[in-house]
């Protein structure tokens, strides 16, 4: 029995320690982020919608970053990650988009594991493996992958309540509480609208 | 009187609560604002856009407070400006602003005090624009290299998202170069 109590707490321990290793190195992430000219702005779900090619539920299953640099300087970033479709609701083009297909995504956003340092346009952040969104995208004209419309109105994260974008950065104030209030009722009118 | 009193308290809680915020800044700044230095990668003048760029980097020189030249030795520029055959879907352009200490190390900040920026154009999103909104954008861009934020207020240069269809900072930006340098 004593055994099994010093075995109970000994992994209590290890997995706290371990919790609080991913925390910290979370905290320790430095954030950048780059001042972006954005040409599309949505003040409702509908604007959007009507302005994506594509509308669908994937989940995010692997990314890679990408960096251009000028010596030490980042001088533009991006991920290209991959999505597997669960449902598709908008495929204006007839695109090859079925349920479990991989779809190749470009997020404005890139993460630097060596330097632990994350970079995003406009506050952008990064989709989190393994977690579904809905997504509305535009092929991309010059690669064959797909665009997220917006930055990030076009990311709607469905695993849970929170937008996942930072505009605060680096005491920027990329947009402003009337921006937020107006995401975050996009996102909510999109999470009711469009289920899996 | 009372009812006087009373209407002066109320009023002057009211007209501040109502006033529009202007200019936003980061709270950085260039140390050097009156030598400034612009340099054009090939990648911008073999895509057509050099004399953007040139309006761009020179769109705030007639306050004052700011002095842009070009500079053909990259090793000397403030402002460098590169561009991407990338379609990178709603970006057109974006500037992120370094820091170099004094041992040459740099590092990628808002409010600190700026050396370098490190201005991209993507040529996708970039050539389906106007005449007018491609020197918006290049100003829009040097806008925040000198330290302005989004601004959407009131009219200004700085808007997050879409355009003025106006290539002129609006006098709400003049304000925040005044303010800032």
Partial sequence: MKKIIFLFFTILFLSACNNTQSELSNVNTKYVHSESKIVDEYNYLEEMENDSEVILIGTKKNGESYFDKDGDMVTGFYTISDVEIKKVFKNEKGYALNKGNIIKVMENGAFDKKANTMYGSAGYQLMKDNKSYLLFLRKSTTHDEYTIKGVYYGKVPLDSNHMEYKGDLNNSKQVNNKQIEKLNQIFEEARKKYRE | ?181
């Avoid at chain 2, 090793?75 to 990178?88: E, F, L, R």
């Avoid at chain 2, 190390?105 to 040529?123: E, F, G, H, P």
């Fill in chain 2, 1 to 181: 009187m009372r009812r006087l009193t009373f209407f002066v308290i109320i009023m002057l809680y009211l007209i501040p609560s109502s006033s529009v915020r202007a200019y936003e800044l980061f709270g950085g700044k260039y140390r050097n604002p009156n030598s400034l230095k612009y340099w054009i990668d090939s990648s911008v003048i073999h895509a057509g856009y050099e004399a953007r760029a040139v309006y761009g980097s020179e769109a705030f020189d007639s306050s004052p407070l700011i002095g842009t030249t070009r500079t053909y030795d990259a090793s000397q520029a403030n402002y460098k400006w590169w561009a991407s055959t990338k379609d990178m879907g709603s970006v057109v352009a974006d500037c992120i602003n370094y820091h170099v200490n004094w041992l040459g190390q740099v590092t990628a900040c808002w409010d600190c005090t700026y050396d370098k920026s490190q201005l991209r154009i993507y040529l996708p999103g970039f050539q389906k624009l106007s005449w007018v909104q491609t020197r918006e954008t290049t100003a829009h861009e040097v806008g925040h290299a000198l330290g302005l934020d989004h601004e959407d207020d009131v009219r200004s240069i700085i808007l997050s998202k879409g355009f003025l269809n106006d290539e002129y900072p609006q006098s709400d930006d003049w304000n925040g170069i005044n303010a800032i340098y």
